[in-house]
């Protein structure tokens, strides 16, 4: 049996060889003479090297979620808050979230959409690959682009931070945020501040201030029985402001 699993194995590593062989000399090919270099670095260490530069790219940024969420902040900085844009709910077609649990998008709404080569998510130019910076020297945005992957990383992390609970676990040192506690295998991730509170109270903060409260700076990981009761006083707080804001209702 041993002998089968073992033949099994080499059998795997050598597809996987020849497979990566191939990868490497596609990616090689279609490779510019300019392209960042963390991120063949990054490509040519996986266990599967990606066969294109964009590939590579968006490989880099998924794996390095972190770095995105903090460059994608960065990049939505530097487009500030759009002029007479305020956060709304509302529907798709008008390029609104219909939940305040989405992160408000402004350059998704057509009255603010910066048009092709600009990046939805954060406004900015869009370059080869969906890289951030024309480190190619072409001038302009690549019009084919509506994202960078950075950007795409980053919104796929603030839409499902409990993806990578592992990763955020590894940053706390594997010690619960609200207990101190070591975090258990069932550990959840929670944001800080709630995002019902985020749309409640913050909802005039300046956009890119905004985009915080999904990223890093508004997340953690707690034990379960930590975060049930932190969930069970906000639901109690929500409900308290309902009643409070029907009984105001009530006496206008
Ligand atoms: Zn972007």
């Given at each position: 049996m041993a002998a089968k699993g073992e033949r099994r194995g080499s059998a795997t590593s050598e597809w996987?060889?020849?497979r990566n062989a191939r990868a490497r000399a596609r990616l090689d090919k279609a490779l510019p003479a300019v392209f960042p270099p963390l991120v063949l670095r990054h490509a040519l260490s996986r266990p599967f090297v990606p066969p294109t530069p964009r590939l590579a790219v968006e490989s880099y940024w998924r794996t390095h979620v972190l770095r995105a969420d903090r460059l994608a902040r960065g990049l939505a900085a530097r487009s500030g808050h759009p002029e007479g844009w305020t956060w709304r709910l509302g529907p798709k077609e008008e390029g609104l979230a219909t939940s305040f649990r989405i992160p408000p998008a402004p350059f998704r709404e057509p009255a603010f959409a910066r048009g092709r080569g600009h990046c939805c998510v954060c406004g900015q130019p869009v370059f080869?690959?969906?890289w951030h910076e024309d480190l190619w020297g072409t001038g302009e945005p690549n019009r084919n682009a509506g994202w960078h992957?950075?950007?795409?990383?980053?919104?796929?992390?603030?839409?499902?931070?409990?993806d990578h609970v592992k990763l955020l676990k590894a940053r706390q040192r594997h010690r619960c945020s609200e207990?101190?506690?070591?975090?258990?295998?069932?550990?959840?991730?929670?944001?800080?501040?709630?995002?019902y509170r985020v749309w409640r109270e913050h909802r005039d903060a300046p956009w890119p201030e905004l985009l915080?409260?999904?990223?890093l700076p508004n997340l953690q990981?707690?034990?379960r029985a930590a975060h049930a009761g932190k969930c069970a006083a906000e639901a109690?707080?929500?409900a308290a402001h309902r009643r409070q804001a029907a009984d105001q209702r009530g006496t206008m």
């Open positions: 996987r060889e020849a080869r690959f969906g992957a950075a950007c795409v990383a980053a919104w796929k992390f603030w839409i499902a931070a409990s207990t101190g506690k070591r975090l258990l295998r069932t550990a959840e991730v929670d944001h800080r501040v709630p995002l915080g409260y999904w990223g990981v707690v034990n109690g707080e929500r």
